[in-house]
């Protein structure tokens, strides 16, 4: 897991890997006021989700993880807290990778809270177990997500999580 302000991702870019580059400048340079809710094609294996939210108590959370798709996400309007952890093999409560690139999984004991105002990202790659939507203050929140396919980035296959 990454995270970051697009107010310095100019620094970020520098050590980050090319896909989530390209999501970041997009994120940046993207005047998302007039867009509505909905897909937004990118490139070939990258895809922004505009979305307009509820958010709700920590203790309603899912907890996620994708095997195909990096997400980037990123707050536009409102707040936005996100728990983080490791997926070590943390118990299943549901399969969702052929429908929809997600594993849900039973909240882990000790997660990490980040706390996302407008124009803050995170990044979550395929073992990171996140979940998002919590409520920080802002019952509602205006986020960006941009997945990136795990095939544009220079990994072998046995490296990324089954």
Excluded at 5 to 11: I, K, N, Q, T, Y
Excluded at 55 to 60: F, K, L, R, Y
Excluded at 110 to 133: E, I, M
Excluded at 143 to 162: G, M, N, R, S, Y
Aim: charged residues 25%; hydrophobic residues 40%; proline residues 9%.
């Amino acid at each position: 897991m990454l995270c970051g302000s697009l107010r310095f991702r100019r620094m970020d870019e520098a050590v980050l890997p090319g896909p989530v580059v390209r999501a970041l400048a997009f994120l940046a340079t993207t005047d998302f006021s007039g867009l509505q809710p909905g897909r937004i094609e990118l490139e070939e294996g990258l895809y922004a989700i505009l979305a307009e939210e509820e958010t709700g108590p920590v203790s309603e959370g899912e907890w996620e993880a994708h095997r195909r798709y990096v997400d980037v996400q990123c707050v536009l309007e409102g707040e936005e807290s996100i728990g983080w952890a490791l997926d070590e093999e943390r118990p299943l409560r549901r399969n969702a990778l052929a429908e929809e690139d997600c594993l849900y999984f039973e909240p882990p004991e000790n997660p990490s809270w980040l706390h996302l105002s407008p124009g803050h990202y995170a990044v979550f790659f395929p073992r990171d177990l996140h979940c998002p939507l919590r409520h920080p203050g802002s019952p509602r929140v205006r986020k960006v997500v941009v997945k990136i396919d795990i095939a544009l980035f220079p990994l072998e296959a046995t490296d990324i999580p089954q």
